[in-house]
């Protein structure tokens, strides 16, 4: 019998995906992320736009902190909806609050 048939991965153990255990980690990198979108806003966004961002990110913040211990998963999904409001307010600013280059 082959060993690499009975073996998938070295150390005789297939690894699968822990997101209870990576999920806050990949929402806290997230959260970096969206904060670093916000930052870069500056180039186009007037002051309250960016006060209008920075604010978004509180309650993101507030959700993966809360979050952590009770259900990790959804520290993923907080991320997520937060760079989609980001992306739908700059398109929104472009288009009807005249924010430009």
């Known amino acids: 019998m082959n060993a690499r048939a009975s073996h998938p991965r070295r150390g005789g153990r297939r690894r699968e995906w822990n997101f209870q255990r ?3 980690w990949i929402g806290i990198a997230g959260l970096f992320v969206n ?38 998963i959804r520290c993923i ?11 739908l ?3 929104i600013g472009a288009q009807w609050w005249g924010w430009s280059l």
């Open 77 to 87: 999904a907080v991320p997520l909806a937060g760079a989609a409001v980001w992306a």
């Open 22 to 24: 990576s999920g806050p």
């Open 35 to 72: 904060l670093w979108l916000t930052i870069s806003s500056v180039l186009y966004a007037p002051w309250w736009g960016m006060v209008l961002l920075l604010a978004y990110l509180v309650p993101q913040a507030v959700l993966v902190k809360r979050w952590v211990r009770t259900q990790p």
């Open 89 to 91: 307010t700059v398109v």
